[in-house]
């Protein structure tokens, strides 16, 4: 079946430097992508999404690379910043509908 | 103004009752979803209403039954609650499905079942 998982469960990255989060996923099938940031406390946010028909996507200070030769994808921050603080989740999807598989999640701390 | 609003934010029960949780968008979204989030924040997808009819529907206990009044509103109730039905529970909606819109989420109800 699906699964949707995270390399690292924290990552501890100091204010103005650059964040990497990665995600890998089993299902050869899913062929949709997004990030979500969730704050504490509040509901996950969309940050970014990625078709499988493409390996890089930027945004705004966010940039997703997509690797379907190893099922492996990442997420981006430029220029850390303490508001970027939050858990951060892939999810993909393989139906048409685009029923998501959350992986297990990521925490990022800025620190000063 | 809140986009994806939920009641209540926090619930706490007995073992066996039956509950609800109720949520509503103002964003003129065709499509609900429920999901569940355990204590390690792992996220799962419950159900999701595409005008009023269920389109998906995951491996969930019958106890759990969603009703969708109209497109708007997608409510949760949940009967004979267990230990394990503790969690936080998000609604999101989206105008289509989460392949072509954006999905927004709610602030989330946290049960607790004691």
């Known amino acids: 079946g699906e699964s949707v998982g995270l390399h690292l469960p924290t990552l501890s990255v100091q204010e103005g430097d650059n964040s990497i989060i990665n995600c890998a996923y089993s299902n050869s099938a899913s062929d949709y992508f997004i990030w979500y940031k969730q704050e504490s406390g509040k509901g996950p946010q969309f940050i970014i999404d990625i078709r499988s028909n493409m390996d890089k996507r930027q945004g705004q200070r966010v940039t997703v690379l997509l690797n379907k030769t190893v099922k492996h994808l990442s997420l981006q921050i430029a220029a850390t910043q303490p508001g970027d603080s939050a858990v951060y989740f892939c999810a993909g999807a393989s139906d048409s509908w685009g029923k998501l598989q959350f992986g297990a999640g990521t925490q990022v701390v800025v620190t000063p | 103004d809140t986009a994806v609003s939920q009641t209540p934010k926090y619930l706490v029960t007995q073992m066996g009752n039956d509950k609800s949780i109720k949520c509503e968008q103002n964003l003129g979204h065709d499509t609900m979803y429920w999901y569940k989030q355990d204590s390690k924040k792992f996220l799962k997808i419950m159900f999701s209403?595409?005008?009023?009819?269920?389109?998906i529907n995951e491996t969930v206990p019958n106890r759990f039954s969603p009703k969708s009044p109209d497109k708007a509103h997608l409510n949760l109730h949940i009967n004979s609650l267990e230990l394990g039905d503790s969690a936080v529970y998000f609604c999101?909606?989206?105008?289509?499905?989460?392949?072509?819109?954006?999905?927004?989420f709610g602030p989330g109800t946290r049960l607790t079942v004691l």
């Open positions: 209403y595409n005008n009023k009819e269920l389109i």
């Open positions: 999101a909606s989206s105008l289509g499905g989460v392949r072509s819109d954006t999905q927004y």
